[in-house]
């Protein structure tokens, strides 16, 4: 028999855990953030924890700068973006959703899958008829994200890959691509039922696929740029789906869908053309249609190349238009500060010899009137896709008041031209135009590569690589390649670590470019005026025989290795350097910086690389 004071015991103690329990409900409830879509009245809408949620998105370009999270995440707030768009996880992931969370902001999670052939913003070139081995990577990659980050409360849908049907080449493919993405699509609705998933494809191009193969799609991701954004929701009506969509990307038209061309070069849109197109376009052609739950507008983040003029908030660290557009479309605030207008910009028509130095007509203002600096840069549209990117100074003189003259460069054909004005509050007014240009040098280059200032490092740990280790050749699946090893380091705070895992046989590592290619694809750079390559290399205990050098692509292919060097080497548990003169070489389109030879003499080895530089 219970006695009164035992009963209260395990009353008292019930009462707790149901107590605890309730908590427990509650606590998960506002931890992980709970994501739906529902219908009603024939309009989508979006719900997080129980409330209805519009995206005012942005793609996130600032990923890999963990120590100024909170600078970015206090900023997109303040211009009101309540999610961004990641393409893939990596290792700052776990910090980029705690900080998106302290700023009560929500994550689409980008899982990525391989591009079918190289095409629009991708090299890679995977085949989803034959590979099982890299499915089954991407598979485990995807499983992998999702249980890792279901339950953080940051998440709000999972992204999965980016205009892969678009950047595959035959149906046959893209009907395997389609069966792959339903099992892992179907797979992650298992694993996590609090979050929709999506799938991102450029236009329209995904739509018949994923309507007949991947049922387990809950929203269309749709990249979309200009005023082909207004017709999307047009475009599933007239198929009958009836499910949501977002737009994955949108910002003014790319240059992609531009048509009207100046001395063959596609003419970019005026700075006025890039704000009007996010916040007209925000409130014409996305928030009102039914069936769009909200949209990311590309690209929060700063650059220095060719695309970030055109699409990114911010270029060299200043202020573009679009920034402010994005604050208007989501707030309807003004700019804090005007960016400067360059309302005239013009050159000479003809063609001139490189080197000339030519007029330029530009007038330019700034409506708080202050102080302007000036700058001048050229891009060619021509040539591998990272000569294609590269925006270069131009020298230039004079001044707003007298005029301003350009010295064209040592470069053959059509070159756009970009005219910079910064302002005091450090916003970036950007025009451009075209000229023609005649160099007789430059009209033999063979290979139309970036050219490279030296020295020039194939591997160091204080800049992005010029060139991917994906050459894996031999014994590959032997081989791993690390490029952040910290545990025997020659210079700085990483260096690359080979590790053979094999007692027999010999194996190959090419660092390259493009990443995957085997010179099918333009690539490489020009590093005429190299003298020599030099590299550090070790082992891990034992003596180790090696080849080493650059080289690697033969002419076969349709774009080789303009020119090839090795040595043999003997690596021992002591840094050494090496150095190959290459001073006679064509190196005018180096497609492979760097290639290392080497085989198991009965035991399995590791080497460590550091300070790979072109001198």
Request: with cysteine; hydrophobic share 35%.
């Amino acid at each position: 028999m219970i006695n009164r004071y035992n009963y209260k015991g395990i009353y008292g103690k019930q009462l707790l855990r149901i107590t605890a329990y309730l908590l427990f409900i509650i606590y998960t409830h506002t931890l992980y953030a709970q994501t739906s879509v529902i219908k009603t009245d024939g309009k989508w809408t979006m719900v997080v924890n129980g409330s209805p949620f519009e995206i005012k998105g942005a793609t996130f370009g600032y990923d890999k700068d963990v120590a100024n999270y909170d600078l970015y995440f206090q900023d997109l707030k303040s211009l009101g973006v309540n999610t961004i768009r990641t393409w893939a996880t990596g290792e700052n992931t776990p910090q980029l959703l705690d900080a998106a969370h302290k700023y009560d902001i929500k994550v689409m999670v980008g899982i990525w899958m391989r591009h079918g052939r190289p095409g629009m913003e991708d090299d890679d070139s995977f085949n989803y008829l034959k590979d099982k081995a890299g499915k089954d990577v991407m598979l485990n990659n995807a499983i992998e994200t999702v249980q890792k980050y279901k339950d953080h409360p940051a998440v709000l849908t999972w992204g999965i890959g980016n205009e892969v049907y678009l950047n595959t080449a035959t149906d046959e493919e893209k009907k395997a691509y389609s069966l792959f993405l339903e099992s892992i699509c179907s797979r992650i609705k298992e694993l996590d039922p609090n979050h929709p998933i999506t799938s991102v494809e450029a236009w329209t191009f995904g739509l018949e696929w994923w309507q007949k193969y991947v049922p387990s799609i809950d929203i269309y991701g749709l990249n979309s740029y200009g005023p082909g954004a207004g017709f999307l929701n047009e475009e599933l009506r007239k198929r009958g789906i009836d499910k949501p969509y977002i737009i994955t990307e949108f910002g003014v038209t790319g240059e992609w869908d531009i048509r009207q061309e100046e001395n063959g070069i596609k003419v970019e849109p005026s700075d006025e053309q890039k704000y009007k197109a996010i916040v007209n376009g925000y409130r014409d052609w996305i928030s009102p249609k039914p069936k769009c739950l909200g949209v990311y507008i590309f690209h929060y983040s700063n650059g220095k190349n060719f695309i970030s003029p055109w699409l990114f908030t911010h270029h060299k660290g200043s202020t573009r238009p679009q920034y402010w557009a994005i604050r208007e479309a989501y707030t309807g605030q003004k700019p804090l500060d005007n960016t400067p207008e360059i309302s005239l910009f013009s050159l000479p028509e003809g063609s001139f010899k490189s080197l000339t130095w030519i007029p330029v007509e530009m007038e330019a203002s700034d409506i708080e009137s202050g102080e302007l600096q000036y700058s001048f840069h050229y891009n060619q549209r021509t040539g591998s896709r990272k000569r294609r990117d590269q925006l270069l100074e131009l020298n230039f003189r004079g001044n707003p008041e007298d005029g301003f003259e350009i010295q064209l460069p040592e470069e053959h054909g059509a070159i756009k031209i970009y005219a910079s004005v910064t302002d005091s509050y450090n916003n970036m007014g950007i025009a451009s135009t075209t000229v023609l240009v005649s160099d007789v040098e430059a009209s033999k280059r063979k290979y139309l590569v970036p050219k490279v200032n030296f020295p020039f490092y194939v591997y160091d740990d204080k800049s992005d690589l010029p060139y991917t280790p994906s050459g894996y050749m031999g014994n590959y699946e032997a081989i791993e390649v690390d490029l952040k090893n910290t545990e025997d380091v020659y210079s700085g705070k990483t260096a690359v670590k080979i590790s053979y895992k094999a007692n027999s046989d010999w194996y190959g590592v090419g660092f390259v470019d493009p990443a995957n290619d085997w010179g099918d694809i333009l690539g490489g750079y020009d590093l005429s005026g190299a003298r020599t390559l030099s590299f550090w290399a070790k082992s891990d205990g034992p003596e180790v025989n090696a080849k080493a050098g650059f080289g690697l692509i033969d002419k076969d292919k349709p774009f080789p290795d303009s020119g090839k060097k090795t040595i043999e080497i003997l690596i021992t548990n002591k840094w050494k350097k090496y150095t190959i003169k290459v001073k006679k070489t064509d190196m005018s389109c180096i497609r492979s910086g760097f290639v290392f030879f080497s085989s198991s003499d009965g035991f399995s080895h590791e080497i460590y690389l550091d300070e790979i530089v072109f001198e």
